[in-house]
């Protein structure tokens, strides 16, 4: 069970991340500005869209290489997403249901496809 602390830790250990309260005081990771994950509460649209399938809890948007690698989430708990991301590369994580070594590849993912190239190359050479 993932928690926003979890998320935290994992996000400003990447290079270059920082966290800021979105104009809500909702919490947002970003590298060099670029928003890779961030709390996304559901909204009264994606309520009723969703209708009795929509979760408690906190609730992770994640950006995500492309449609191809949303789709493929997708088809698996925690997943989800609503009609708001159709066409755009992000996926939901329901927080809670999420395990820490799932997490922690979700945002560093995000973060590689965020990133600037050269940084992203550096954190992967530098994990080799």
Do not use: C, N
Not at 54 to 67: E, S, T
Not at 73 to 86: C, I, K, M, S
Not at 93 to 119: G, S, Y
């Amino acid at each position: 069970m993932a928690t926003w602390d979890d998320v935290r830790r994992i996000a400003m250990a990447l290079p270059q991340s920082e966290e800021r309260a979105s104009g809500d005081g909702l919490l947002q990771w970003r590298v060099k500005d670029k928003l890779f994950v961030w709390e996304r509460p559901l909204r009264k649209g994606d309520l009723a869209a969703l209708g009795d399938s929509a979760p408690d809890g906190p609730i992770l948007g994640v950006r995500v290489a492309d449609l191809g690698v949303k789709e493929a989430l997708l088809v698996e708990d925690p997943y989800f997403t609503t009609p708001h991301f159709d066409g755009y590369p992000a996926v939901l994580v329901r927080l809670t249901e999420i395990d820490i070594p799932d997490l922690e590849e979700l945002v560093v993912e995000a973060w590689l496809d965020r990133a600037p190239k050269r940084l992203a190359k550096e954190y992967l050479a530098g994990q080799a």
